[in-house]
Every structure is written in C-alpha cells, then in structure tokens.
C-alpha cells in the first residue's frame, strides 16, 4: 500500500509489470475464494476468536502478524465479519477496546475483494476522524496493517498542506482518511475529485465528531456519496446525537454493542477514584502527587488552554524532577504532533492537556490519568479516563471534586456505570506550593498575567456549565482559589442582580460582566480583597501588566470563552462583555460588526460614517453633541479619477492576481515600473527647471520695466489718485511689490556669480539707491501717517 510522498520503488518497469500481472491472477483466484469464504460466514450464531479464524487476504494477514495481532478483542470479533459481508455497523465499545482495527480489516478486505485498487479506481473508502491526531493515530495503523502487499493508495487529508498538492494526490486515492471541515473543503471545491465510485464510509469516533460541532460538514459530505455504499459508525459513548447520525447515514444497520451488559461502562483493568479537594487545594494536590509519582507515565486534564499553559508555566519553573509536556488546542499544529510523539515515546512523563487529548489518542502505558478539573459530563469523563488501561492493561484514573461537585457527580457516575471509589491524600505529604507560586508570580508579570487568565477562564467555564447541579459557581471560594494561583489579588467578576444596575454604571474595560438568568438569585461579587501595603505595592509594580491583561481580555472577547458558548449552544446573552473594543481600536467609539451593547446602550448610525456608534456611556453620550467630536468619525470621502467613458475609478485600484500575472515576472514588473518612474521624473524635472528660468526672466523684464519708467519720472501713486481712487491702498499696493522687487533684487545676490566684478555692483547698488529715493517711504509713526495722508489729500 502507498501513500503520498512514501512509495519510492527502484526496480526496472517491465519487470515490475510482469510482477504486477502475476500478482493479479493470483488476486483473481484468491479474491473469488475469499468471496465465498466471507458469504459462508455466520456472524450471529458462530463465535470468532482468532484473526486466523476470518477469511483475510494474504497481506493483511500479513499485517495482523507483524503487528502481533493474533486474538481478537470482543468489539473486533463481533464487527469484523459482519462488516466483511457488507452490513452497516453501529459500533459501541469501551476505550482502548480495538474499535480501529474494527474498520480498517473490513476497509483493507472488502476494496481487496472487489479490486477497488490503483488510481483508476477512484476513492474506494473514506474514514472521517474529529481530530487531526486521530487521523495521523489511524492512518498509522492503516499503514501498519497494510503495508505487507497490498497495493491501495492511501492518503492522509487533514490541512496543514496547500489545497492544490493535496488536490494533485487526492484523485488517485484508494483510501482516504480524513477531517470533516478538509474532507467538504475539497468535496466542494475540487473539479477532478470523484466520488462516484466510493464503496464505504467510517465514522470513527461519531460522538466526538458531532461535539465538536461538525454535524453538519457530516451531512454535507454524506449528501455528496453515493447512497449505494457501506456505512461503519464507531463510537466510545453513545448519545441520542450518535442514534440521530446512524439513523440518517446507515442502512439497516447492524447494532453491536458489546459492552452494553457490562456492570461497567470503563475498562474493567482500570481502577477509578475521586479525591474531594476544594479548588484552592487543586494545584498543591497535583503537586504533591506528581512528587510522589515521579517514576510514571502521567497525564492530567485541565477545563482550559489558559489553565494547562498556566500549571505547565509554573510548574516548569519549580522543577518537579520528571519531563513536563503540554498540549491543547491553540497550539500549532507542528507542536501537538510533536508533543503527541513524545508523550507517546517516553517512559515517565506527565503531560497536561486539555479535552483534546482525551479521545481516540491511543498512548501507550499510561499510568494515570488525573482529572484537575471535573469533566463537563460522564462521557467526557470516560474518554478522557480511556486514556489509560486501554487493551487490557492496568491503569489508574483519578478525578478531583470539589465539595460542591461530589454529591452531583458520584449520582451521574452511578447512572452510567462508572465505579469510582473515593480515597483521601495524605495530608502530611501534601506541600503547599502558594508561597513558591506567589513568588514566581510577583517577579515575572508574565505568568501572573497567564494565572489571571487561567482564574478568569476556569471560572467562565464553571459557570458556562449547563448542569447546574454540580457546578455551583457560588459554592466555590474564588479569593483562595485566585490565591492558589499565587495572584496577589481576585480579579474582579461581577454576578449583576438585573440589567438596570448594569446601565447606571460607568463601563470599565477592567471589568467583564457575568449575569445568569436561571442564578438571578445567586449575587455573587468577588470584590477586591483586604488589602496591606505589601500587596498594593506588589500590585503596583506590575500595573502595566494588569491593565494590559484586561484590556486584552475584553478585546479578544476571550475566544475560548466564546468558543466554549458556542460548543455549549448555552445562550450567548448570559453572559455580556461590557464593551468589545475592536482589534485596532484607539480609543474612539466605533462598533465593530459583531459588536455587543451592553442592556441600555444603544446603536446611533451616523451619515457619512462608516461604521454605527455604540452609545452606553454618559461620555457617549456627551459625544453626540459634539459636532468636532463628530466629524472625526465620519468618513473622509474618496478621490475618485473619471476615465473617457466618464466611469469613475479608484486613484489606486488593485489589479486582480490574473491581470497581475499576465504582465510578466513580479520582478521584471517592478524593473519596468522603476524605469518608468525614473523617466517621469526626469522628464518633470526639465519642465520644472525650464519654468522657474521663465518666471525669473519674466520677473527681470518686469524690474527693467518698472525701472525705465521710474527714470522716466512717472510714479503710479500720483497716477492713481488723480483717478480718484483709494491713494492709500495703492500704496500698500506698491509697498507690497516693491517687497517683491526686494526679494527679486536679493536674488541675484544670493546667486551672484564668481566672475561678477566690484563695479559691476557698486552700479547696482546705485541704481537700487536711486529707485530707493522715488520710492515713497513707509510711514512708521502715527506723525509719518498724518503727514503722509495730509500730503496725499492736498
Ligand atoms: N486484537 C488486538 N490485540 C492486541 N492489541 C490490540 C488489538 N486490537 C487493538 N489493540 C491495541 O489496543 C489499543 C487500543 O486500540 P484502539 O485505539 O483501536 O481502541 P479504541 O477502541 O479505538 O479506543 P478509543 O475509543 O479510546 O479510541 C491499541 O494500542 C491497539 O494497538
């Protein structure tokens, strides 16, 4: 079997032919055997225990025993022949219970079977994975299984690539394995892309594709498969949202569930315990245990990014003495992968993680699986405990509730088979890490500014829960939780009672408003806690850094926040941030289009702006009446170049890229425009030097003029005020050009030439005397203007 970028063969074509048309007779013959031995299966009265038992081609046999496959798991025994006869299969089993090999034998066999194989062939199958990891986890064992001869072509389609390779590789696929948003990405956008042919559909980890909200890239992509096809649907948990799926994408399915009878819903090698340990003592507890588990394989789930970053952060810097990882969704990709590698490659680590780790990924020999913060609901719960005694080996979970959560939870856990069993920690080995936190956190505004974060995000998330019954927000003592972190305060949350106390007061952009219509009652105000001079000063020195992370806070609208409304479809309005300031907002007013007005504000749309204003503030409102104020917001208006036709055009409009093209190589572009430029200016340059020499050839002439005619005894003030008009403004007149000529005359002395001789100046100066005594002199007195218009009168 090939993949892209992997099959790499030396040998000479022709012998490679023969080699291929051997293999295929030999196929044929196989193929019709193994047809017949799949049809004469019983999948519901006989029992199979063995891979050996099951009519499987060579190369997958193969495969199963390079792997040391040999018995099958009870999911495996059950699903396998059904599907190799064609049926459609609702798969239900626990964790780490063999569901993949449970898809990709049937893949592998049935194409093998009907010869789906080489480029002609198109898509064969298509297997959808919620997650990249998940994907890269089952190609891999894809790979593994059929590599031993096999000859599908088989690809791996999650992003990270540009659209056109992957659209070159993707038409001559077997077998896909793919994301649902990549998988449509191409579906809709790639001509050549055929699925016409496609013989089977799985869906691995159905729950967890539907949670995370890809219903319906699902249902989009089913619409474009043929409906004669094999669906395979395998999921850990089951939910009406899994039965609402099957019951639209299977066909007569066939249900197995092997579990379902089982006292249990968890892997029975997995012991399972919950600690009560209120939230301030969480991270002294995760300490201590990490301490005392330092020869283990360790991994511990978080609510949030922002907490996982926060404890890696810290906890990094205390040096626990076992290699820390991380990993959660707003890391890159590259990093995740490299993360997933090297938790899976070491011996002892501990990796904190959020829920993205917590389905499919199969680790090996994990020791622990640590529940920071409680799970959302029990089958977040038995995924991310799933993670450990997966396959029949031993594994231990461990789940920290608060007080206020235990009751709520231990009755969810009795519902859905989950046995856990309360221990105590050992109050004398638990250290308290406060101190050391309040330490690291004071001298780097960095982590305490990501402590902060975490605070914020995991008490957003506490109360974004839908079931109320176990998270209590105000049984929670948030000041010791916030002092846990080692903040040297509680960063301000408001419950607000009603939405009229919200319009009287001023926005801050340091506060975010939380408000529960269902907890009305509940009025909680964490307000700022008593505070000593120790405190205020420490607070002090890190101002920047506080402001700064509000700031931010509002202005990201804090996107796992949002994202976490989203994924719970919980309403958006019970929560509001105040004041969403838009990414490049410096102050002004403007709302951005997914601005949100806090309950009494408003929305004015201005004419001549751009963009509405949000007005929930007295200096808002004070702003509509100020025009000055006003103006500046308006739009500054556009300068617009009419062609021949009369068509208005943009002074600058932006070519599109095929226009762009079509002109030649960018560089070659740019040299033309350069050269271009240059000859313009060039070209201006000459202009402009030829008509500043016009205007001071004019201006001489002009002097010369006015020079001869003085000699000649006329002077224009007389001229004038023998016509009657105003005497005096002709003289400001000709004070004002025999300024000019000053300027005129200062010229040439500025520019005077190296040659010019002494006489030659000496006869300038003298002329410009002689023109200085016909000039009239300027009064400066109130006396001088008195003779003066006493003169011009008589
Ligand atoms: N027949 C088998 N014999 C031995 N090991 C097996 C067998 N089948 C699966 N395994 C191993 O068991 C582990 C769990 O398998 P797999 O990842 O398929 O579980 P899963 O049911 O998909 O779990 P989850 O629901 O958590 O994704 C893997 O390490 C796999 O190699």
Known sequence: MGAPGITGRTRPTKVKKRENVQKRKRDDVDVEKLEQAVQELDPKHASYKDFTDLPLSDPTKQGLKSCHFAVMTDIQAKAIPLALQGHDILGAAKTGSGKTLSF??????????????????????????????????????????????????????????????EREALTKMNILVATPGRMLQHLSQTAAFSIDDLKMLVLDEADRILDMGFQRDVDAIVEYLPKD???????????????????????????????????????????????????????????????????????CFFSSAKSVRFVYESFRHMQPGIPLLHIHGRQKQ????????????????????????????????????????????????????GRTARYNREGRGVVFLAPSEEEGMLKRFEAKKVPVEMINVRQKKRQSIKDQLQNMCFQDPELKYLGQKAFMTHVKSIYLQKDKEVFKLKEYDLEAYAASLGLPGTPRIKFLKDDNSRQKKQASRQTIEVSDSSDAEEVAKVDKPVRTKYDRMFERKNQDVLADHYKKLVRDGDDEFSGAVAANGADDDFMAVKRRIPADDDGDFGASNDAQVAPGG???????????????????????????????????????????????????????????????????????????????????????????????????????????????????VVELADNGEDALANFRADAASSEDDEVEEKQPKKAKKWFQSDSEDEEKTKKRRKKAAHRVEEPETLEDMEALAAGLLG
């Open 602 to 716: 408003r929305i004015v749309h201005l004419a001549g702006a751009s963009q509405p204003l949000i007005i929930d503030s007295n200096r808002r409102e004070k702003l509509l009446q100020s025009k000055k104020k006003l103006t500046k917001l308006m739009d500054k208006g556009k300068k617009l170049i009419y062609d021949d036709d009369g068509n208005p055009h943009e002074v600058y409009e932006l070519q599109n890229e095929e226009q762009f093209r079509a002109k030649g190589l960018p560089e070659e572009q740019r040299q033309k425009f350069i050269e271009a430029a240059r000859e313009g200016v060039q070209e201006a340059d000459v202009e402009d030097k030829a008509a500043a020499k016009a205007k001071r050839k004019a201006k001489l002439q002009k002097r010369k003029e006015k020079e001869r005619a003085l000699e000649a005894g006329e002077t224009g």
């Open 229 to 299: 096809r094999q669906t395979l649907l395998f999921s850990a948990t089951q939910s009406k949202k899994v039965s609402d799926l099957a019951r639209l994408s299977l066909q007569n399915p066939e249900y197995v569930s092997v579990h379902a009878e089982d006292k249990s819903a968890t892997p029975s090698g997995l012991t399972q315990n919950y600690i009560v340990c209120p939230i301030e003592e969480k991270l002294d507890t995760l300490w201590s245990f990490i301490q005392a588990s330092k020869k283990s394989k360790i991994l």
């Open 334 to 385: 590259g990093a995740r992968l490299d993360t997933t590698a090297k938790f899976s490659a070491a011996k002892h680590s501990c990796l904190f993680a959020t829920d993205v780790a917590a389905r499919g990924l199969d680790f090996p020999a994990v020791d622990f699986v640590i529940q920071v913060d409680c799970p959302d609901d029990v089958d977040t719960y038995i995924h991310r405990v």
């Open 104 to 165: 990709i034998i049937p893949v592998l066999e049935n194409l093998y079977r009907l010869q789906h194989i080489g480029s002609d062939a198109g898509l064969g199958a298509l297997i959808l994975s919620p997650t990249r990891e998940l994907a890269i986890q089952i190609f891999d064992v894809l790979r593994k299984i059929g590599r031993h001869g096999h000859m599908f072509a088989a690809g791996l389609l999650i992003g990270g690539k540009s659209l056109q390779d």
